[in-house]
């Protein structure tokens, strides 16, 4: 039976749920037995290769190509994980939420201190950025929730090998952390 | 006549004084019922609703209702537990609680509940409202994006501080909690030491420079679940 595959992405993340990932330390030899890497910035994989098992998300949806991404995780992942609080409420970049978007992009672009000769940035090549953060699961169908900031390596591990082993998850109350 | 009832607590037999409430007499039996509203010393207002416990088969927010000889409450429960997380998770969603930034984060009794009820994300949408900071005061400041309107700041500033300086404005999803001077907490005599300072459940109330002293893995939430102390006897 060929092993089942897994793919990740990082939205509107910062790597740090990646690299707990990484965090698992020699336990990733383990994962290479138990899975295949397809789509993925651990291995650089920039497309699908075909169906995978599971999917782990890092970050929210801030632009339409994270919602593009995240609807193509949705489609050719059968499992997807919402990791990290970014992903889950939208995290640090979600605190402009409140705030109208023309009024963030004249702070950053226009009327920031550091600001000379501003402009705001309309290159037709660059994502259209959203009204507001949104978390994954406002956007697309997500199956399971991993919370941190991020999420221990322990508790990504954990439920990992539950789910790719099928048995029930051991989620002790030190791994799961909203910090 | 003896002036001890008993009851029972998810089948377990208790005896507690007269006059406690079902959340007191169950704390002196070692049993912990979830509450967030509800402080020690002060008046219990039964606004949270999160001690909701079955009184002979009846929801009743256990930190206001007396206990009654021979009534049978259950507690634990899946019912009662989904109904407390769906009370946490509501307070998450229509608030701003960046659990990750904030100075309360691991000794926060919101989160700590989270926590002890096993919730992975809130059901319901974050609503991302616009609150208020006051940070006019040298020592003290109050993020509203955290407030949880439990009012234990208001009760203890009026009942232990003996001060009316804190008080809510605004009515229903408005409310919010605010100093009594135009100029804010600046206005008004208050001090880190201060019961009302103390009494904040979240990281609303906030003294300033004291952050972050507590290396991640030692805050008070971090290995211990909120309520284990009643659950050992210690509290
Ligand atoms: S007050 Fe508590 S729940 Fe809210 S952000 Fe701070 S730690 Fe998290
Ligand atoms: S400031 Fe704190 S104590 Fe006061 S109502 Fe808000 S959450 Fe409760
Ligand atoms: S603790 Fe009883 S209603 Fe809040």
């Known amino acids: 039976m060929p092993k089942p595959k897994i793919a990740t992405c990082s939205l509107a993340g910062c790597f740090g749920c990646h690299m ?45 190509e994270n919602v593009e991404v995240l609807r193509s995780f949705r489609k050719n992942c059968k499992i997807l994980i919402s990791v990290g609080e970014c992903a889950i409420m939208g995290g640090l970049p979600s605190m402009r939420n409140g705030i109208p978007l023309k009024e963030c992009l004249d702070e950053a672009y226009l009327n920031g201190p550091s600001v000379v000769d501003g402009q705001i940035p309309n290159d037709p090549e660059l994502p259209l950025i959203l009204d507001r953060v949104y978390p994954c699961h406002e956007v697309v169908k997500i199956d399971y929730f991993l919370p941190g900031c991020p999420p221990r390596a322990d508790l990504i591990w954990n439920a990992l090998v539950a789910l790719l082993t099928g048995q029930p998850a051991d989620l002790p109350y030190e791994v799961i952390k909203y910090d | 006549m003896s002036d001890k009832l008993g009851f029972t607590i998810d089948g377990k037999e208790c005896e507690a004084d007269k006059g406690r409430s079902i959340l007191e007499a169950a704390a002196d039996n070692g049993v912990y019922i979830p509450h967030l509203c509800f402080m020690k010393k002060l008046r219990p207002v039964g606004s949270c609703r999160v001690c909701t416990i079955k009184a002979n088969g009846r929801n009743a927010a256990a930190c206001t209702t007396p206990l009654a000889d021979g009534m049978v409450i259950e507690n634990n429960t899946d019912e009662l537990n989904d109904l407390r997380r769906a009370i946490i998770e509501m307070l998450f969603a229509e608030g701003n609680h960046f659990c990750p930034s904030c100075e309360r984060s691991g000794s926060c009794e919101l989160q700590a509940l989270a926590y002890r009820l096993n919730i992975m994300a809130p059901r319901f949408p974050y609503m991302f409202p616009l609150r208020k900071l006051d940070a006019t005061h040298k020592s003290i400041f109050i993020d509203g994006n955290r407030c949880i309107q439990c009012g234990r700041c208001v009760r203890a500033a009026s009942e232990l501080d003996g001060k009316e300086i804190l008080g809510f404005i605004g009515r229903g999803g408005k409310v919010r909690v605010k100093a009594s001077s135009t100029r804010g907490l600046a206005g008004v005599d208050i001090s880190p030491n201060d019961e009302c300072v103390k009494a904040c459940p979240v990281g609303s109330i906030i003294v300033k420079e004291t952050a972050y002293r507590v290396p991640i893995g030692q805050r008070q939430y971090d290995a211990t679940p909120i309520g284990a102390d009643v659950e050992s006897g210690k509290a």
């Open chain 1, 20 to 64: 707990s990932v990484l965090d698992i330390d020699e336990r990733i030899l383990k994962l290479a037995e138990l899975v295949e890497f397809d789509k993925s910035p651990i291995n650089d994989i920039k497309n699908f290769t075909g169906e995978c098992l599971v999917g782990l998300i890092e970050g929210g949806c801030c632009n339409s």
